[in-house]
């Protein structure tokens, strides 16, 4: 997971959220992470549309690169900042355990 080449995240909200509610879930996630990148990151995030998209994407060398709602937001290159995103899900604690065992067990059909 954590070496030096190109992943992503395709995030597809299921539900309209405030800009409140995604960056505070998103500071609460990187609780330890740089605060100034942290503060960059969640401000890409405003209120979100149901239906609305986020990639999120590791390219290599460690620059995280997030587009939302079409619109591409600058990079950040930070490669322990990108570490600390990605590990919401994958990380030793993820936000949701389920979602961590479920992305695990589908790695070999989704690197194909």
């Known amino acids: 997971m954590w070496g030096d080449f190109g992943k992503r995240f395709e995030l ?4 309209d ?3 409140a509610q ?3 879930a998103f500071r609460e996630a990187l609780p ?11 401000g890409y995030f ?3 549309a149901k239906g609305q ?16 709602a079409g619109a ?3 990079p950040i ?16 604690k993820p936000i949701q355990a389920d979602i961590k065992r479920d992305l695990v067990a589908r790695t070999a059909v989704i690197a194909n």
């Open 46 to 48: 405003g209120d979100i």
């Open 12 to 15: 597809r909200f299921v539900r």
């Open 53 to 68: 998209d986020a990639v999120i994407r590791w390219a290599p060398g460690g620059t995280l690169e997030t587009t939302v």
């Open 32 to 42: 330890g992470a740089d605060k100034a990148r942290v503060d960059q990151f969640v």
């Open 77 to 92: 290159a930070d490669k322990t900042f990108a570490a600390a995103v990605f590990s919401i899900w994958l990380g030793d």
């Open 17 to 19: 959220l405030s800009a």
């Open 72 to 74: 591409a937001k600058a």
């Open 22 to 24: 995604i960056q505070g």
